[in-house]
């Protein structure tokens, strides 16, 4: 019986990260596309050129997130710190102008949410993998 409670408590958590993780993702990837051909004032050659070491992971992850494939989320949570310290350098740069400030804060929050969601997903799917596995003791 408790074991069964536990088994389902995992996998709500599990669905709780998974659905924080495709949040954030979205919500990082539409900001991303925003910031880069619309808020700065770069020609469109350009912003294509800024914006692709940035989208280019995030859209290969994608599939692999929507899927929940452990593998990605492992890799993914260490590339989403790429990405943080891309948005912390937007803010710091365009901190005389209070609302592209504002706007490129989001990057950084935006990348800490999804990187907890990847960790509890990953908590959670390690977690589910001992309780189904067979003992050895």
Request: hydrophobic content about 55%; overall charge positive.
């Amino acid at each position: 019986m408790n074991t069964e409670n536990n088994h389902a408590e995992l996998i709500l958590n599990a669905r709780r990260a998974w659905r924080l993780t495709t949040a954030s993702y979205m919500c990082l990837c539409g900001l991303l596309l925003v910031w880069n051909f619309r808020i700065l004032p770069v020609a469109p050659g350009t912003a294509l050129v800024m914006s692709a070491p940035l989208l280019l992971p995030l859209a290969v992850a994608g599939p692999g997130l929507f899927r929940g494939k452990t593998y990605t989320y492992k890799w993914m949570s260490l590339v989403i710190w790429l990405i943080f310290a891309h948005g912390c350098m937007e803010a710091w740069t365009h901190r005389e102008v209070p609302a592209l400030a504002a706007v490129a804060s989001l990057e950084p929050l935006l990348s800490v949410a999804l990187f907890i969601g990847l960790v509890r997903f990953l908590k959670a799917q390690t977690a589910l993998t001992k309780l189904s596995s067979p003992s050895s003791d």
